[in-house]
């Protein structure tokens, strides 16, 4: 059975920093990529971050480019997303996923206050 939980959201005020974990279960994990994905209030959700199975390739949304990193641990069957320069508008619940496969986890909430 596939599982992914998400940790590490919380409050936080603009200019912050937050770090982001999904530990993944039921897979190969280090056989699979990896995406971070946000879906803020009354907005569809939107990709965040992606990266490869060895965490040697990344890419990003541009609205996070340069304040993000995604990184994963192949050991510890985990994805982490680092967050600084937070703004407001990064408010939302930001969930993990199996890239290619259809499971998410439950989300983690960040709120980011001006």
């Known amino acids: 059975q596939v599982q992914l939980v998400e940790s590490g959201g919380g409050l936080v005020q603009a200019g912050g920093s937050l770090r982001l974990s999904c530990a993944a279960s039921g897979i190969i994990f280090s056989t699979r990529g990896m995406q971070w994905y946000r879906q803020a209030p009354g907005k569809q959700r939107e990709l965040v971050a992606t990266?490869?199975?060895?965490?040697?390739?990344?890419n990003y949304a541009d609205f996070v480019k340069g304040r993000f990193t995604i990184s994963r641990d192949n050991a510890k069957n985990t994805v982490y997303l680092q967050m600084n320069s937070l703004k407001p508008e990064d408010t939302a619940v930001y969930y993990c996923k199996i890239f290619t496969m259809g499971y998410w986890g439950q989300g983690t909430q960040v709120t980011v206050s001006s």
């Open positions: 990266i490869g199975v060895s965490g040697g390739s990344t």
